[in-house]
Structures are given as C-alpha cells and as structure tokens.
C-alpha cells in the first residue's frame, strides 16, 4: 500500500508534498477523564520543517492554549507511523481501544491516507452531488473509485 500525497494540512489548508513533511497529532482529555474516549482533535498537518509557518511555530496545535484552556496535553507521531500496512493497523487498534471520543475522526484520517483519490475529492462531495456528478450509492463519504474518479474529473473540469 503506497501513499498518496499531497495531503491537504488541516491546520493552514497548504498541501503536504510527502510523508516526510507530514506529521499526525491529537488532543488528549485532562487528566480526569478516563482513557476510552479521552482522545480527540486528531489531524495531519505539516511537520515543522516543511510548514509555511514554521517562522510562526508551525502547524502544530498550541500546546500552551489546550494546556491553560482545557487541561489537555498534545500527543503526536510522524506521518510515516500512519502510512503503508503497518500505519493501517495503528489507525485501526486506535478504533478497536476506543482511544478517541469521535471514532469518525479515525475513520476519515484511515480514508485520507490510504483510499487513493480520496483526499482529492473530499472536500467536493456535497458540490458534485449537488451538480449530479454522480448519486451516492452509499454512506455518506465512503464512495469507490468510480465516484471518486468522477469528482476529481469534474474538479479539473471547474478550473
């Protein structure tokens, strides 16, 4: 299993060229709350070196204001530790363990990562369905590669 970048970064919207350049991090629930369910906030962004805004501390969550705000730390792995089977997997356990209080924030960094021309879609579902691109045949988000393909055609058409 390949990556496909680029990767748009959630943090400054630029895209993140190769899994060198991309970096994975989450909020963890204050020390009060139990581990189920204490993880929230995960999303790729660039690794400081590779971000527009590295003069500005990068893409990274603000350590200082989660800590002061909520009591909550910021746990983070490379991109790599995400990518190719074994990434897979790790997304995976995170579900099995119920590590994060929206399992939906997993499911779609799964989907980011590793369904080929999904990153490059997604942000345009709502627009090609409303444009009749193509019709959902089934959960929202999880559509195969013929619709896939179908929205990045019609993007490329727009521009």
């Given at each position: 299993?390949?990556?496909?970048?680029?990767?748009?970064?959630?943090?400054?919207?630029?895209?993140?060229?190769?899994?060198?350049?991309?970096?994975?991090?989450?909020?963890?629930?204050?020390?009060a709350e139990q581990w189920?369910?204490?993880?929230?906030?995960?999303?790729l962004v660039h690794h400081?070196?590779?971000?527009?805004?590295?003069?500005?501390?990068?893409?990274?969550?603000?350590?200082?204001?989660?800590?002061?705000?909520?009591?909550?730390?910021?746990?983070?792995?490379?991109?790599?530790?995400?990518?190719?089977?074994?990434?897979?997997?790790?997304?995976?356990?995170?579900?099995?363990?119920?590590?994060?209080?929206?399992?939906?924030?997993?499911?779609?960094?799964?989907?980011?990562?590793?369904?080929?021309?999904?990153?490059?879609?997604?942000?345009?579902?709502?627009?090609?369905?409303?444009?009749?691109?193509?019709?959902?045949?089934?959960?929202?988000?999880?559509?195969?590669?013929?619709?896939?393909?179908?929205?990045?055609?019609?993007?490329?058409?727009?521009?």
């Open positions: 299993m390949e990556a496909n970048p680029p990767w748009k970064c959630d943090q400054c919207g630029h895209p993140i060229n190769s899994v060198e350049d991309g970096w994975v991090e989450w909020l963890n629930g204050s020390i189920e369910g204490a993880l929230r906030g995960l999303r400081k070196p590779a971000s527009p805004n590295a003069d500005q501390g990068g893409c990274y969550h603000d350590e200082a204001y989660w800590f002061a705000a909520k009591r909550y730390t910021v746990s983070d792995l490379p991109l790599t530790s995400f990518v190719g089977p074994d990434g897979l997997v790790t997304l995976l356990a995170f579900l099995a363990d119920r590590r994060f209080a929206d399992p939906d924030e997993v499911l779609e960094l799964i989907k980011r990562l590793h369904v080929p021309n999904y990153e490059g879609a997604r942000n345009s579902f709502e627009a090609a369905i409303a444009e009749g691109v193509f019709e959902p045949r089934s959960t929202p988000g999880y559509y195969d590669q013929r619709e896939l393909l179908a929205v990045l055609n019609w993007i490329n058409n727009e521009q």
